[in-house]
């Protein structure tokens, strides 16, 4: 059974990060003791607070729920009030949960498996991942939904992309959706002496990897390694993409009503469940004309482009959806 994270505002303040860090040690029981569990939770939330990651914090009430596995084979799971929810799998084999007193939910790993904290931020968690020895991976996956891609950015961090094909119930003919439902903070890692330790991530099999080069002389364990997972609650941008044949269709043809209604409606279900099915199906019908004019004019030019929609949703006011053309390789 999940626990829900409730943080009652009690934090690991004034630890000293080699003492939080040190006392914890290396964890080898199938489930954490109490006096482990708070300090592994001390550990990780010094070591966050030291390189100035997202503070630990309650979820505001109604946006965002945070839901941790009773073990670490299930997910943490992410969720906004009418909008997306984020699954990700968690790097350890800990077979039981163990809830701290500043609301983090501990698993500690078994034989060489490392310790995992997960503490609830603003609107989304953060996952301590604990390196106790040396011996210890140098790679941790996170896994992600099928539908969900984790796309690396310049700065390091990570948007999770969502995305989905919408079919014309009429033509078969198939549109590409994808919108940013969440993020993950540029990778962190800090040895016991709050030395960083090099980390980055990699993609492999859509599983978002997160590397620490943690075997380099002079790193003092245990080492704390951390991706921040944040779900968005509003602002989303969906981008709908029409391929060349798809576009000529349409500029022949038009938009039926059902094409378009059904393209809208999964944009929609991607980002707000039923309710964002029903606005965003509303919404790109009145449109469809101007989406039809659009197809033409992707038609009509040289070199040929495709069509594309971006439909922006705040949850607060209706989806505004416009349309134009892209072109590129990705247009064929």
Not at 188 to 216: E, F
Request: proline share 6%; glycine share 8%; charged share 15%.
């Amino acid at each position: 059974m999940a626990t829900r994270l409730m943080h009652n505002g009690v934090r690991a303040a004034g630890v000293v990060l080699a003492s939080a860090i040190l006392v914890a040690g290396a964890s080898t029981a199938a489930f954490a003791a109490p006096d482990e569990t708070e300090l592994l939770a001390a550990q990780a939330d010094a070591a966050a607070s030291s390189v100035g990651a997202a503070p630990a914090t309650a979820a505001p009430d109604g946006e965002v729920t945070v839901t941790t596995p009773a073990s670490a084979a299930g997910d943490l799971v992410l969720s906004a009030t009418d909008g997306p929810t984020i699954s990700v799998g968690l790097p350890t084999d800990a077979p039981v949960a163990s809830s701290a007193s500043d609301g983090a939910t501990v698993y500690a790993g078994t034989g060489a498996a490392v310790d995992v904290a997960i503490h609830p931020v603003a609107d989304g968690a953060r996952v301590a991942t604990i390196i106790s020895e040396q011996s210890q991976p140098t790679e941790y996956a996170y896994s992600l939904p099928d539908d969900v891609a984790p796309r690396l950015l310049a700065d390091g961090s990570v948007e999770l992309v969502r995305t989905a094909d919408a079919v014309d119930p009429e033509t078969g003919h198939r549109a590409a959706i994808s919108v940013v439902i969440g993020t993950a903070d540029a990778a962190w890692a800090i040895d016991s002496n709050g030395k960083d330790v090099p980390t980055r991530y990699v993609v492999r099999d859509n599983n978002l990897v997160q590397i620490v080069d943690h075997r380099a002389s002079g790193i003092a364990y245990p080492v704390v390694a951390d991706p921040t997972y944040h779900v968005i609650t509003y602002g989303f941008q969906i981008l709908v993409k029409w391929n060349r044949a798809e576009t000529a269709a349409i500029a022949s043809n038009g938009f039926t009503p059902a094409a378009i209604t059904a393209v809208c409606i999964a944009a929609g279900s991607a980002v707000g469940g039923p309710a964002g099915a029903a606005a965003f199906g509303a919404a790109c019908l009145a449109v469809s004309g101007t989406g039809s004019y659009t197809a033409a004019v992707a038609q009509n030019s040289k070199p040929k482009r495709c069509l594309q929609l971006t439909l922006t949703y705040t949850h607060v006011s209706y989806p505004f959806p416009f349309w134009d053309t892209y072109g590129g390789s990705s247009c064929r």
